[in-house]
């Protein structure tokens, strides 16, 4: 067997999932090569760490912490509900009646000022005379040059 | 006590039986949670979801399965959702944080003297490299090979737990085995013990 046959099977070798006959291959081989059989050592070590991990300890308070859990996501929820409440009447309310106070305030502010209008006519509505400008530099002149 | 009478219990509200099913399948969730998960605390905090979860949908609860088939399938599912959740909130966390975080867990363990430092160091460092080959091995591969190996469950209740025939879970558990050697040659290989 190659070195390169037996990494592909060795976990199934380890794991006792390989028929009898492979298995003595796979045997024979690590007792001839002992790079594999590091590496036959270094995956058992390295899988048995499963078979120690298994069960750990759970916390004692374990129910106790899952009832104080349950009781504060129901209080969470009640708490959701009012503020559900909050958000979509109460919010809304404020806001027209700062709106509609805002509206109240400009109409009597507006309604307070009141300007004289003296003069009819403003500078931007003037009116300047033609200039013409081919009259003082026609063009035949400049090509002439 | 009948599983139907625990169901009916259940959807009575009944404190009593509520515990007395927490009790019976604490250690059951708890293992399968760690298996997926590898660390205590959030295993824990995950199988009081589970249980939560039990409790509120307990109502319906067909009967079709075993209720212990019920509580793996929710732990599995609660499990994988903690775990792309968890991902996407690493994503967001510096590199430097994580680093100095498992540095200063080495360095914790470093600190302590003796051979039984080393051999805890060593121990730790093989765990941490089987835990993370299992990560990256696909969802599916390594839910059944995390119920075969942490739960002892057979081929047959596993298929039951992710509703698959016997012969895919069958397929699932031999590519996990093969793609757990190749990362861990690969990590022989480059010495990372």
């Known amino acids: 067997m190659k070195c390169k046959t037996l990494h ?16 003595e291959e796979i045997r024979e081989h690590l007792n001839e090569c002992p790079e594999c059989k590091a590496f036959a050592e270094y995956m058992q070590q390295t899988l048995s760490v499963l078979q120690k991990e298994k069960s750990p300890e759970v916390n004692p308070f374990f129910y106790t912490r899952l009832k104080a859990r349950m009781e504060r996501q129901v209080s969470r929820r009640e708490l959701t509900a009012t503020e559900k409440i909050r958000i979509k009447i109460l919010q809304p309310a404020f806001f027209t009646l700062l709106l509609l106070a805002g509206i109240y305030t400009g109409i009597k502010i507006g309604g307070a000022a009141q300007t004289e209008v003296r003069y009819n006519t403003f500078p931007e509505n003037e009116m300047f ?3 013409n400008e081919m009259q003082s530099e026609p063009l035949e002149t400049f090509l002439m040059e | 006590m009948s599983e139907a009478e625990i169901i009916n219990g259940l959807q009575q509200g009944d404190e009593k039986i509520f515990r007395k099913l927490v009790d019976t399948y604490r250690q059951m969730v708890v293992n399968t949670c760690f298996g997926l998960l590898h660390n205590i605390e959030d295993a ?3 199988a009081q979801d589970v249980f939560i979860e039990v409790f509120r949908s307990a109502e319906n609860f067909r009967g079709d399965s075993k209720i212990s088939t019920w509580i793996y399938r929710i732990a599995v599912n609660r499990s994988l959702n903690f775990i792309r ?14 680093v100095s975080t498992k540095q200063a867990w080495l360095n914790n363990l470093r600190s302590q003297n003796g051979d039984n430092a080393d051999f805890d160091l060593e121990n730790s460092e093989r765990s941490a490299i089987l835990h993370k080959a299992i990560d990256s091995l696909p969802e599916n591969q390594k839910t059944a090979f995390t119920l075969n190996k942490y739960e002892d469950l057979t081929y047959k209740e596993i298929s039951e737990v992710m509703e698959l025939s016997v012969a895919s879970v069958e397929s699932l558990i031999h590519r996990a085995k093969k793609n757990l050697q190749k990362k861990l040659y690969y990590c022989y290989k480059k010495k990372c013990i």
């Not at chain 1, 592909?8 to 298995?23: C, Q, S, T, V, Y």
């Open chain 2, 44 to 46: 824990e905090d995950v």
């Open chain 1, 8 to 23: 592909k099977k060795l976990i199934f070798f380890l794991e006792n999932d390989l028929p009898a006959r492979e298995g």
């Open chain 1, 129 to 131: 005379s033609y200039l």
């Open chain 2, 85 to 98: 959740d968890n991902k996407r909130r690493r994503w967001f966390q510096s590199f430097e944080n994580a």
